[in-house]
């Protein structure tokens, strides 16, 4: 009796034996969740808020010297040329004009002195600001000037200083004021 | 099973080997986990800050007008000529008339006061109440003069322009103006 002679392998054997080897091994594992949904939700929420702040009201930020009166106005705040009365300064579009001592106005600014009604430094820059809204209005009807302002002033500000406020406005030609507050119930 | 000649069992191994490929050699994704991290700090502290700018409304008011010679026809029209002046001790409410006494049914002369203060408190709902009173018989009026006194705070000048704009959802006199000439 002869032994049986085994088969000489062939390189398809190889192969199989590859195969196999490498079929019982584990799938890789899936890696982790798909957050890239997500980060396109985040980012499309991001700048949905970012575009509201740069039109909203935002630049009306209360502290110890700028403390908003409650009011039961419903009227939405709109876009114009903006002055802070804080107790301690005026700011007209976000920069000083002049120091506040006491939420008073210093005589020697104020064009007659103690008694006078012209602040002589907010004057002249809100003339400034009014040219460039004239010239703007001049070259684009659409942004006509019609002489608003925004008022954010601190409520324990004495109405004289408002008053001398107003009356520059009104002396460059600034008359519709719009008064910033906080609609009732929005101060807690 | 047909035999594998040592060739053939190293071609296997060979083949058959886990590959452990160089970090260099895999299809990286960039880890975006930290900036997502940021974009949701981002967002909390947009929509906590919103929730202020969301309260804040205005209050229109507009300075009276000048009137310039005949043009002043309109301004010799109107028959009320409302103002509402705050002082330290309370409120006095005029018109072309003259001052009103307490009740705003009658014009007084006196320096009695149209509405005082309530102890320390001004009495804006007294105001509101005046106000309608005299709303009731010039219900064509709209505008009011408001103006306070110097060492008034603001907070009281906003305040005295709630009261007589209007009463509840009734409007009474909704356009105001300021007046800052001293009383």
């Given at each position: 009796m002869t032994e049986p002679v085994e088969k000489q392998a062939t390189i398809g054997d190889c192969k199989r034996v590859i195969r196999r080897i490498i079929g019982k091994r584990e799938a890789p594992e899936e890696l982790g969740l798909n957050i890239y949904p997500m980060m396109d939700m985040m980012t499309i929420l991001l700048v949905f808020l970012i575009m509201s702040f740069a039109s909203?009201?935002?630049?009306v930020v209360q502290s110890e010297e700028l403390q908003i009166p409650t009011s039961t106005s419903q009227v939405e705040a709109a876009e114009a040329l903006g002055i802070v009365i804080s107790s301690s300064e005026i700011v007209v579009e976000g920069k000083r004009v002049l120091a506040l001592r006491n939420g008073k106005v210093d005589p020697s600014l104020k064009q007659g002195g103690g008694n006078g009604w012209l602040i002589t430094p907010l004057f002249n820059n809100l003339k400034q600001h009014r040219d460039r809204l004239k010239t703007i209005a001049s070259k684009n009807?659409?942004?006509?000037?019609?002489?608003?302002v925004r008022l954010v002033a601190d409520?324990?500000?004495?109405f004289r200083t408002l008053g001398e406020v107003i009356y520059s406005l009104g002396q460059a030609e600034f008359g519709a004021l719009r008064f910033i507050v906080l609609r009732e119930g929005g101060e807690g | 099973m047909p035999k594998f000649t040592p060739k053939q069992r190293a071609y296997i191994r060979k083949r058959s080997k886990e590959k452990h490929l160089d970090p260099s050699e895999v299809v990286g994704e960039l880890n975006i986990v930290p900036f997502l991290d940021i974009v949701v700090n981002l967002i909390m502290f947009l929509l906590a800050t919103t929730e202020a700018v969301l309260l804040i409304s205005q209050i229109e008011s507009d300075l009276p007008k000048i009137a310039k010679g005949r043009s002043s026809g309109a301004d010799v029209s109107t028959p009320l000529n409302l103002n509402v002046t705050v002082t330290d001790s309370g409120v006095i409410v005029s018109g072309s008339g003259g001052k009103l006494a307490k009740g705003c049914t009658a014009v007084e002369t006196g320096r009695e006061l149209t509405v005082p203060k309530k102890g320390a408190k001004y009495d804006w709902t007294g105001l509101t109440e005046c106000v309608s009173r005299v709303k009731q018989q010039y219900n064509d009026e709209h505008s009011v003069t408001v103006s306070a006194d110097p060492q008034v705070q603001y907070e009281h000048v906003v305040a005295a322009m709630d009261a007589v704009r209007n009463r509840g959802k009734d409007p009474l006199f909704p356009d105001v103006m300021i007046s800052v000439g001293v009383r």
């Open positions: 909203g009201a935002a630049d009807p659409q942004r006509a000037f019609r002489g608003e409520k324990r500000t004495p | -």
